[in-house]
């Protein structure tokens, strides 16, 4: 494609009408490949939904022994959420002077730089996303600092498992 944008739809897509549910599963299969940008666009999604998903996979895969109880982890349950194929957001903008995410992508976000806009969506502006970009890099390093301490004491957490 022309741009290389992934589409993703996140959600529970089975709560749309079969026609959407296609042109849905059209637009993913047809930008699957592509890898400059993603697109995540979150469709009858709750951070709710997603997490207690993941967590019955993981649980599964514990009932049919295709895991042992002590193969899960952060980093499992990361790879079980709709979002495993794409990297976790590096700016949440959220519009309508709400300032809380309302049960969106509260796992991925967990290290975003989160800016919190008064302008209603349809209202939001190329200055507006100027605003939360600069917002972005003033917080970039705390964020990036925080993001990284937390990534070495993930992995000394599953080298340690991964020793015991």
Same mark, same amino acid.
């Given at each position: 494609?022309?741009?290389?944008?992934?589409?993703?739809? $996140?959600?529970?897509?089975?709560?749309?009408p079969l026609d959407i549910q296609r042109?849905?599963? %059209?637009?993913?299969?047809?930008?699957?490949?592509?890898?400059?940008?993603?697109?995540? @666009?979150?469709?009858?999604?709750?951070?709710?939904?997603?997490?207690?998903?993941? @967590? %019955? *996979?993981?649980? %599964?895969?514990? %009932?049919?022994?295709?895991?042992?109880?002590?193969?899960?982890?952060?980093? +499992? $349950?990361?790879?079980? +959420?709709?979002?495993?194929?794409?990297?976790?957001?590096?700016?949440?903008?959220?519009?309508?002077? *709400?300032?809380?995410?309302?049960?969106?992508?509260?796992?991925?976000?967990?290290?975003?730089?989160?800016?919190?806009? *008064?302008?209603?969506?349809?209202?939001?502006?190329?200055?507006?996303?100027?605003?939360?970009?600069?917002?972005?890099?003033?917080?970039?390093?705390?964020i990036t600092r925080a993001r990284e301490?937390?990534?070495?004491?993930?992995?000394?957490?599953?080298?340690?498992?991964?020793?015991?």
């Amino acid at each position: 494609m022309k741009h290389g944008v992934c589409i993703r739809v $996140l959600g529970n897509l089975t709560l749309l009408p079969l026609d959407i549910q296609r042109s849905i599963a %059209e637009a993913m299969t047809m930008s699957k490949d592509n890898d400059k940008a993603f697109l995540n @666009v979150c469709f009858a999604y709750t951070s709710r939904h997603e997490i207690s998903n993941a @967590v %019955e *996979e993981m649980a %599964e895969g514990v %009932e049919k022994g295709l895991i042992k109880p002590s193969d899960i982890s952060e980093s +499992l $349950l990361d790879r079980c +959420l709709y979002t495993s194929h794409s990297p976790d957001p590096h700016l949440l903008v959220r519009t309508s002077g *709400e300032v809380r995410l309302s049960d969106f992508l509260l796992w991925q976000s967990s290290f975003s730089v989160l800016s919190f806009m *008064e302008v209603l969506w349809p209202e939001f502006s190329f200055w507006h996303l100027c605003a939360a970009v600069l917002h972005y890099q003033r917080n970039h390093d705390a964020i990036t600092r925080a993001r990284e301490q937390h990534d070495l004491e993930r992995e000394q957490a599953q080298r340690q498992a991964d020793y015991d």
